[in-house]
Protein backbone atom coordinates (compact mmCIF):
# COMPACT_ATOMS: atom_id res chain seq x y z
CA UNK A 1 0.00 0.00 0.00
CA UNK A 2 2.95 2.44 0.69
CA UNK A 3 4.30 1.68 -2.68
CA UNK A 4 1.45 2.41 -4.25
CA UNK A 5 0.76 5.67 -2.36
CA UNK A 6 4.17 6.62 -3.25
CA UNK A 7 4.10 5.63 -6.64
CA UNK A 8 0.71 8.08 -7.12
CA UNK A 9 2.58 10.77 -5.19
CA UNK A 10 5.06 10.23 -8.03
CA UNK A 11 2.93 10.09 -11.19
CA UNK A 12 1.13 13.33 -9.94
CA UNK A 13 4.17 15.46 -9.29
CA UNK A 14 5.28 14.13 -13.00
CA UNK A 15 1.95 15.05 -14.17
CA UNK A 16 2.22 18.45 -13.10
CA UNK A 17 5.80 19.13 -13.95
CA UNK A 18 4.61 18.22 -17.14
CA UNK A 19 1.21 20.34 -16.91
CA UNK A 20 3.73 23.41 -16.05
CA UNK A 21 6.22 22.50 -18.85
CA UNK A 22 3.47 22.73 -21.10
CA UNK A 23 2.00 25.68 -19.81
CA UNK A 24 5.12 27.80 -20.14
CA UNK A 25 5.36 26.27 -23.75
CA UNK A 26 2.42 27.61 -24.81
CA UNK A 27 2.59 30.95 -22.96
CA UNK A 28 2.32 34.13 -25.31
CA UNK A 29 2.46 37.54 -24.51
CA UNK A 30 3.95 39.44 -21.62
CA UNK A 31 3.15 42.76 -20.72
CA UNK A 32 6.52 43.50 -19.06
CA UNK A 33 8.35 42.22 -22.00
CA UNK A 34 11.18 44.47 -23.52
CA UNK A 35 11.90 44.22 -27.68
CA UNK A 36 14.80 43.93 -28.67
CA UNK A 37 16.58 46.67 -30.97
CA UNK A 38 19.41 46.68 -34.34
CA UNK A 39 20.11 48.97 -35.77
CA UNK A 40 17.11 49.26 -38.42
CA UNK A 41 13.65 49.67 -36.96
CA UNK A 42 12.06 48.50 -40.18
CA UNK A 43 13.89 45.35 -40.05
CA UNK A 44 12.72 45.01 -36.34
CA UNK A 45 9.20 45.44 -37.19
CA UNK A 46 9.29 43.28 -39.92
CA UNK A 47 11.12 40.33 -39.01
CA UNK A 48 11.48 40.35 -35.17
CA UNK A 49 12.63 36.53 -35.59
CA UNK A 50 15.91 37.76 -37.21
CA UNK A 51 16.31 40.61 -34.60
CA UNK A 52 16.17 37.95 -31.63
CA UNK A 53 18.61 35.82 -33.70
CA UNK A 54 21.06 38.55 -33.65
CA UNK A 55 20.82 38.73 -29.98
CA UNK A 56 20.96 35.07 -29.78
CA UNK A 57 24.92 34.06 -30.28
CA UNK A 58 23.72 29.98 -29.14
CA UNK A 59 21.54 29.98 -32.22
CA UNK A 60 23.18 31.86 -34.43
CA UNK A 61 25.91 29.59 -34.18
CA UNK A 62 24.07 26.48 -34.39
CA UNK A 63 22.62 27.36 -37.79
CA UNK A 64 25.72 28.79 -38.81
CA UNK A 65 27.54 25.64 -38.59
CA UNK A 66 24.99 23.45 -40.64
CA UNK A 67 26.16 22.50 -43.98
CA UNK A 68 22.82 23.63 -45.66
CA UNK A 69 22.74 26.95 -44.38
CA UNK A 70 26.53 27.29 -44.82
CA UNK A 71 25.58 26.64 -48.42
CA UNK A 72 22.76 28.59 -48.94
CA UNK A 73 24.41 31.35 -47.49
CA UNK A 74 27.84 31.16 -49.89
CA UNK A 75 25.53 31.07 -52.86
CA UNK A 76 23.36 34.13 -51.98
CA UNK A 77 26.89 35.85 -51.05
CA UNK A 78 28.38 35.26 -54.12
CA UNK A 79 25.23 35.87 -55.71
CA UNK A 80 25.58 39.17 -54.02
CA UNK A 81 28.63 40.08 -54.77
CA UNK A 82 28.51 39.13 -58.45
CA UNK A 83 26.07 41.56 -59.33
CA UNK A 84 28.17 44.62 -58.21
CA UNK A 85 30.09 43.66 -61.52
CA UNK A 86 27.95 41.31 -64.13
CA UNK A 87 26.56 42.91 -66.93
CA UNK A 88 22.78 41.94 -65.27
CA UNK A 89 20.35 44.81 -65.71
CA UNK A 90 16.84 43.49 -65.50
CA UNK A 91 15.02 43.04 -62.10
CA UNK A 92 14.33 39.62 -62.05
CA UNK A 93 18.14 38.70 -62.87
CA UNK A 94 19.50 40.96 -60.13
CA UNK A 95 16.73 40.32 -57.60
CA UNK A 96 14.29 37.57 -58.41
CA UNK A 97 17.97 34.87 -56.61
CA UNK A 98 17.59 36.35 -53.19
CA UNK A 99 13.67 35.21 -53.19
CA UNK A 100 13.00 31.88 -51.35
CA UNK A 101 11.14 29.09 -53.66
CA UNK A 102 8.74 26.51 -52.70
CA UNK A 103 11.59 24.02 -52.24
CA UNK A 104 13.94 26.55 -50.55
CA UNK A 105 10.84 26.80 -47.96
CA UNK A 106 10.76 22.95 -47.56
CA UNK A 107 14.93 22.25 -47.20
CA UNK A 108 15.11 25.71 -44.88
CA UNK A 109 11.89 24.04 -42.69
CA UNK A 110 13.69 20.68 -42.75
CA UNK A 111 16.45 21.67 -41.48
CA UNK A 112 15.45 24.35 -38.75
CA UNK A 113 13.25 21.48 -37.30
CA UNK A 114 16.28 19.51 -37.26
CA UNK A 115 18.70 21.46 -35.80
CA UNK A 116 15.23 22.36 -33.03
CA UNK A 117 15.61 18.11 -31.90
CA UNK A 118 19.32 18.27 -31.51
CA UNK A 119 19.69 22.15 -30.08
CA UNK A 120 16.01 22.18 -27.98
CA UNK A 121 17.49 24.00 -25.06
CA UNK A 122 19.13 26.76 -26.69
CA UNK A 123 15.87 27.11 -28.87
CA UNK A 124 13.31 26.86 -26.11
CA UNK A 125 15.50 29.67 -24.77
CA UNK A 126 15.24 31.20 -27.50
CA UNK A 127 11.64 31.23 -27.73
CA UNK A 128 10.60 31.43 -24.74
CA UNK A 129 12.35 34.39 -23.28
CA UNK A 130 11.53 36.43 -26.95
CA UNK A 131 9.15 35.16 -29.41
CA UNK A 132 6.27 34.19 -27.58
CA UNK A 133 6.44 37.18 -25.05
CA UNK A 134 6.97 39.55 -27.59
CA UNK A 135 3.18 39.04 -28.89
CA UNK A 136 4.24 39.04 -32.77
CA UNK A 137 3.43 35.64 -33.19
CA UNK A 138 0.90 35.51 -30.77
CA UNK A 139 -1.07 33.48 -33.20
CA UNK A 140 0.96 30.61 -32.68
CA UNK A 141 0.77 30.75 -29.15
CA UNK A 142 -1.11 27.49 -28.58
CA UNK A 143 1.86 25.80 -30.98
CA UNK A 144 4.37 23.87 -29.63
CA UNK A 145 7.84 25.09 -29.51
CA UNK A 146 8.81 23.53 -32.69
CA UNK A 147 5.82 24.38 -34.72
CA UNK A 148 6.19 28.10 -33.29
CA UNK A 149 9.55 28.40 -34.40
CA UNK A 150 8.73 26.55 -38.26
CA UNK A 151 5.80 29.03 -38.49
CA UNK A 152 8.27 31.97 -37.61
CA UNK A 153 10.86 31.41 -40.54
CA UNK A 154 7.91 30.47 -42.97
CA UNK A 155 7.08 34.37 -42.04
CA UNK A 156 9.98 35.26 -43.03
CA UNK A 157 9.85 33.68 -45.99
CA UNK A 158 6.53 35.29 -46.98
CA UNK A 159 8.06 38.37 -46.15
CA UNK A 160 11.20 38.22 -47.75
CA UNK A 161 9.12 37.16 -50.94
CA UNK A 162 6.47 39.86 -50.93
CA UNK A 163 9.23 42.84 -49.93
CA UNK A 164 11.35 41.55 -53.20
CA UNK A 165 8.04 41.45 -55.55
CA UNK A 166 6.65 44.64 -54.67
CA UNK A 167 9.58 47.24 -54.79
CA UNK A 168 12.17 44.68 -57.08
CA UNK A 169 10.02 43.00 -59.70
CA UNK A 170 6.84 45.98 -58.68
CA UNK A 171 4.08 43.53 -58.44
CA UNK A 172 1.10 44.90 -58.06
CA UNK A 173 -0.09 43.99 -54.15
CA UNK A 174 -2.36 44.51 -51.58
CA UNK A 175 -3.08 48.24 -52.12
CA UNK A 176 -1.40 48.98 -54.95
CA UNK A 177 -2.89 52.61 -54.60
CA UNK A 178 -0.52 53.86 -51.69
CA UNK A 179 1.74 50.66 -51.26
CA UNK A 180 3.66 50.45 -54.72
CA UNK A 181 7.08 51.18 -55.53
CA UNK A 182 7.76 54.69 -55.86
CA UNK A 183 9.49 54.40 -59.32
CA UNK A 184 8.61 52.12 -62.07
CA UNK A 185 11.30 49.39 -61.46
CA UNK A 186 11.65 48.44 -65.04
CA UNK A 187 12.85 51.99 -65.68
CA UNK A 188 16.44 52.84 -66.92
CA UNK A 189 17.24 55.31 -64.04
CA UNK A 190 15.80 52.34 -61.23
CA UNK A 191 17.56 49.50 -63.12
CA UNK A 192 20.77 51.43 -62.83
CA UNK A 193 19.60 52.12 -58.92
CA UNK A 194 19.07 48.54 -58.14
CA UNK A 195 22.56 47.69 -59.89
CA UNK A 196 24.39 50.28 -58.05
CA UNK A 197 22.73 49.14 -54.83
CA UNK A 198 24.71 45.84 -55.48
CA UNK A 199 28.20 47.92 -55.23
CA UNK A 200 27.35 48.93 -52.20
CA UNK A 201 25.97 45.85 -50.54
CA UNK A 202 29.67 44.29 -51.69
CA UNK A 203 31.14 47.17 -49.72
CA UNK A 204 29.28 45.69 -46.72
CA UNK A 205 29.72 42.28 -47.74
CA UNK A 206 31.82 41.46 -44.30
CA UNK A 207 29.10 42.06 -42.30
CA UNK A 208 27.13 39.39 -43.52
CA UNK A 209 27.72 36.10 -42.11
CA UNK A 210 24.24 34.06 -41.85
CA UNK A 211 22.08 32.67 -44.69
CA UNK A 212 19.01 35.03 -44.50
CA UNK A 213 21.29 37.98 -44.71
CA UNK A 214 21.27 38.37 -48.08
CA UNK A 215 17.87 38.18 -48.54
CA UNK A 216 17.11 40.31 -45.87
CA UNK A 217 19.98 43.45 -46.80
CA UNK A 218 18.31 43.59 -50.30
CA UNK A 219 15.12 43.53 -49.17
CA UNK A 220 15.80 46.60 -46.39
CA UNK A 221 18.30 48.00 -49.46
CA UNK A 222 14.98 48.41 -51.99
CA UNK A 223 12.05 49.50 -48.73
CA UNK A 224 14.67 52.58 -48.37
CA UNK A 225 15.14 53.38 -52.35
CA UNK A 226 11.53 53.88 -52.17
CA UNK A 227 11.88 55.57 -49.11
CA UNK A 228 9.39 53.61 -47.21
CA UNK A 229 10.56 53.88 -43.85
CA UNK A 230 6.78 54.27 -42.52
CA UNK A 231 7.16 51.46 -40.06
CA UNK A 232 10.09 53.24 -38.24
CA UNK A 233 8.29 56.77 -37.92
CA UNK A 234 7.64 57.81 -34.30
CA UNK A 235 9.28 55.00 -33.10
CA UNK A 236 9.64 54.22 -29.99
CA UNK A 237 6.43 56.00 -29.62
CA UNK A 238 6.23 54.86 -26.05
CA UNK A 239 9.27 57.16 -25.67
CA UNK A 240 8.12 60.09 -27.41
CA UNK A 241 4.89 61.15 -29.17
CA UNK A 242 2.83 58.75 -26.59
CA UNK A 243 4.98 58.98 -23.22
CA UNK A 244 2.78 61.32 -21.65
CA UNK A 245 -0.42 59.22 -22.44
CA UNK A 246 1.79 56.22 -21.50
CA UNK A 247 2.36 57.81 -18.16
CA UNK A 248 -1.34 59.06 -17.20
CA UNK A 249 -2.65 55.24 -18.04
CA UNK A 250 -0.70 54.30 -15.04
CA UNK A 251 -3.01 56.49 -12.55
CA UNK A 252 -6.19 56.88 -14.65
CA UNK A 253 -9.27 55.80 -12.30
CA UNK A 254 -11.20 53.70 -14.85
CA UNK A 255 -14.55 52.98 -13.39
CA UNK A 256 -15.40 56.68 -14.08
CA UNK A 257 -15.55 55.94 -17.59
CA UNK A 258 -17.57 53.50 -19.58
CA UNK A 259 -15.00 52.85 -22.59
CA UNK A 260 -11.45 52.43 -22.32
CA UNK A 261 -10.63 54.54 -25.55
CA UNK A 262 -12.27 56.59 -28.38
CA UNK A 263 -10.52 55.43 -31.64
CA UNK A 264 -10.46 57.84 -35.04
CA UNK A 265 -9.47 55.81 -38.11
CA UNK A 266 -7.54 58.44 -40.78
CA UNK A 267 -9.21 59.08 -44.23
CA UNK A 268 -6.59 60.61 -45.72
CA UNK A 269 -7.01 63.69 -47.95
CA UNK A 270 -6.85 63.35 -51.80
CA UNK A 271 -5.12 66.71 -51.86
CA UNK A 272 -0.97 67.35 -50.71
CA UNK A 273 -2.02 70.79 -49.64
CA UNK A 274 -4.54 69.20 -47.14
CA UNK A 275 -3.48 68.23 -43.43
CA UNK A 276 -6.94 66.95 -42.08
CA UNK A 277 -9.74 65.81 -44.81
CA UNK A 278 -12.93 66.86 -44.89
CA UNK A 279 -13.76 63.17 -43.59
CA UNK A 280 -11.77 63.33 -40.93
CA UNK A 281 -12.69 66.31 -39.39
CA UNK A 282 -16.09 64.73 -38.98
CA UNK A 283 -14.25 61.87 -36.78
CA UNK A 284 -12.87 64.01 -35.03
CA UNK A 285 -15.67 66.39 -34.29
CA UNK A 286 -17.73 63.55 -33.52
CA UNK A 287 -14.96 62.01 -31.09
CA UNK A 288 -14.00 64.98 -29.75
CA UNK A 289 -17.46 65.47 -28.17
CA UNK A 290 -17.62 62.08 -26.64
CA UNK A 291 -14.54 62.65 -24.73
CA UNK A 292 -15.43 66.25 -23.45
CA UNK A 293 -18.71 64.01 -22.20
CA UNK A 294 -16.40 61.66 -20.41
CA UNK A 295 -17.46 59.00 -22.30
CA UNK A 296 -13.39 57.46 -22.11
CA UNK A 297 -10.41 59.04 -20.95
CA UNK A 298 -8.15 58.68 -24.10
CA UNK A 299 -8.77 59.12 -27.51
CA UNK A 300 -6.50 56.74 -30.36
CA UNK A 301 -5.85 58.71 -33.28
CA UNK A 302 -5.25 56.18 -36.20
CA UNK A 303 -3.83 56.19 -39.52
CA UNK A 304 -0.36 56.76 -41.15
CA UNK A 305 1.32 58.34 -44.41
CA UNK A 306 -1.14 56.88 -46.66
CA UNK A 307 -3.49 59.45 -49.58
CA UNK A 308 -2.60 60.77 -51.93
CA UNK A 309 0.43 58.12 -52.81
CA UNK A 310 3.65 58.74 -50.18
CA UNK A 311 1.69 62.12 -49.29
CA UNK A 312 3.32 64.81 -46.63
CA UNK A 313 0.64 64.13 -44.33
CA UNK A 314 0.34 61.44 -41.37
CA UNK A 315 -3.16 61.15 -40.22
CA UNK A 316 -2.91 60.27 -36.67
CA UNK A 317 -0.31 63.21 -36.17
CA UNK A 318 -2.54 65.98 -38.17
CA UNK A 319 -5.82 64.69 -36.44
CA UNK A 320 -4.50 65.46 -33.28
CA UNK A 321 -2.76 68.71 -33.75
CA UNK A 322 -6.97 69.59 -34.59
CA UNK A 323 -7.85 67.68 -31.76
CA UNK A 324 -5.52 70.30 -29.24
CA UNK A 325 -6.04 73.03 -31.57
CA UNK A 326 -10.06 73.42 -32.02
CA UNK A 327 -11.25 71.23 -28.71
CA UNK A 328 -8.13 72.18 -26.36
CA UNK A 329 -7.75 68.51 -25.41
CA UNK A 330 -4.94 68.08 -24.27
CA UNK A 331 -1.71 65.72 -25.29
CA UNK A 332 -1.71 63.36 -22.65
CA UNK A 333 -5.31 62.14 -23.91
CA UNK A 334 -4.33 61.28 -27.23
CA UNK A 335 -2.22 58.50 -28.57
CA UNK A 336 -1.36 58.49 -31.83
CA UNK A 337 -0.64 55.11 -34.29
CA UNK A 338 0.83 56.62 -37.36
CA UNK A 339 0.91 53.36 -39.39
CA UNK A 340 -2.28 52.32 -39.78
CA UNK A 341 -2.99 52.40 -43.43
CA UNK A 342 -6.66 50.53 -43.71
CA UNK A 343 -9.74 50.53 -41.91
CA UNK A 344 -9.14 46.71 -40.40
CA UNK A 345 -5.71 48.11 -39.56
CA UNK A 346 -6.99 50.80 -37.92
CA UNK A 347 -8.85 48.37 -35.35
CA UNK A 348 -6.04 45.90 -35.32
CA UNK A 349 -3.70 48.82 -34.25
CA UNK A 350 -5.70 50.37 -31.33
CA UNK A 351 -5.72 47.00 -30.25
CA UNK A 352 -2.06 47.04 -30.12
CA UNK A 353 -1.63 50.12 -28.16
CA UNK A 354 -4.66 49.27 -25.85
CA UNK A 355 -3.20 45.80 -24.46
CA UNK A 356 0.16 47.18 -24.66
CA UNK A 357 0.23 49.79 -22.82
CA UNK A 358 -2.05 48.53 -20.36
CA UNK A 359 -5.47 49.79 -20.97
CA UNK A 360 -8.09 47.54 -19.61
CA UNK A 361 -8.76 44.87 -21.91
CA UNK A 362 -12.25 43.70 -20.41
CA UNK A 363 -13.74 47.62 -20.42
CA UNK A 364 -15.35 48.42 -24.53
CA UNK A 365 -13.66 51.02 -26.60
CA UNK A 366 -15.26 53.40 -29.60
CA UNK A 367 -14.66 53.36 -32.91
CA UNK A 368 -15.65 56.93 -34.39
CA UNK A 369 -16.36 57.44 -37.97
CA UNK A 370 -18.22 58.69 -40.55
CA UNK A 371 -21.73 57.44 -41.27
CA UNK A 372 -20.58 55.78 -44.89
CA UNK A 373 -17.50 54.26 -42.90
CA UNK A 374 -19.46 52.89 -40.20
CA UNK A 375 -21.86 51.38 -42.26
CA UNK A 376 -18.81 50.11 -44.04
CA UNK A 377 -17.86 48.38 -41.05
CA UNK A 378 -21.02 47.19 -39.95
CA UNK A 379 -21.45 44.92 -42.99
CA UNK A 380 -20.40 41.69 -42.81
CA UNK A 381 -18.36 42.21 -46.05
CA UNK A 382 -15.99 43.87 -43.95
CA UNK A 383 -15.65 40.94 -41.46
CA UNK A 384 -14.70 38.75 -44.40
CA UNK A 385 -12.06 41.74 -45.35
CA UNK A 386 -10.38 41.24 -42.11
CA UNK A 387 -10.45 37.15 -42.24
CA UNK A 388 -9.24 37.28 -45.63
CA UNK A 389 -5.87 39.80 -45.16
CA UNK A 390 -5.22 39.27 -41.00
CA UNK A 391 -6.84 35.90 -40.62
CA UNK A 392 -9.40 36.76 -37.85
CA UNK A 393 -11.38 39.35 -36.51
CA UNK A 394 -9.08 42.36 -34.98
CA UNK A 395 -12.43 42.92 -32.56
CA UNK A 396 -14.52 41.13 -30.82
CA UNK A 397 -18.51 41.52 -29.56
CA UNK A 398 -18.40 44.69 -32.61
CA UNK A 399 -21.97 46.45 -32.66
CA UNK A 400 -23.73 49.71 -33.61
CA UNK A 401 -25.00 52.36 -30.86
CA UNK A 402 -25.51 55.31 -33.56
CA UNK A 403 -24.57 56.60 -36.99
CA UNK A 404 -21.22 56.97 -35.68
CA UNK A 405 -20.60 54.79 -32.62
CA UNK A 406 -19.00 50.81 -33.16
CA UNK A 407 -18.78 49.49 -29.46
CA UNK A 408 -16.01 46.69 -29.70
CA UNK A 409 -13.61 44.87 -27.34
CA UNK A 410 -9.80 43.84 -28.33
CA UNK A 411 -8.21 40.70 -29.43
CA UNK A 412 -4.95 39.84 -27.97
CA UNK A 413 -4.73 38.12 -31.93
CA UNK A 414 -3.67 41.59 -33.16
CA UNK A 415 -0.31 41.83 -31.60
CA UNK A 416 0.91 39.25 -33.90
CA UNK A 417 2.91 40.47 -37.06
CA UNK A 418 1.47 40.47 -40.83
CA UNK A 419 4.69 39.53 -43.33
CA UNK A 420 2.39 40.62 -46.18
CA UNK A 421 2.20 44.33 -44.66
CA UNK A 422 5.85 45.44 -44.54
CA UNK A 423 4.87 49.19 -44.42
CA UNK A 424 2.76 48.13 -40.98
CA UNK A 425 3.50 44.97 -40.53
Known sequence: MKKIKNYCRLSLAILLIFCVVNSMAQAGFNKNYHFLRSDNLVADKDFYLLTVLDHSPAVKSVIEGDAYFKQLFADRLALLKSHATDTCTHPLSLVGGFKYSKEDSVQLAENISSLYKSHQAIFDQMINNHLRPSGYYQRFADLSNADLLLKAWGQYVYGINYIINQFGLGKKMRYPRIDTASYVVSSRYYRTVMKDMFSLLDEQANGIKLFYQPSLVVAMHLMDANDRDEPAR???????????????????????????????????????????????????????ARYLKGMAPFIITSGGYCYPFRGPYCEAIEMKKYLMKKFGIPGDAIIIDPHARHTTTNFRNADRLIIRYGMPTDKPSLFITSKSQHDSVMKDTFDKRNMHELGYLPYRDKKSISNHDVVFYPVYESLHMDPLDPLDP
Open 234 to 288: FEPMEQNDNKAAVAKIKTTQWNKYPYAAIVIPGNGPELYTTPVSPDNKIHCDAAA
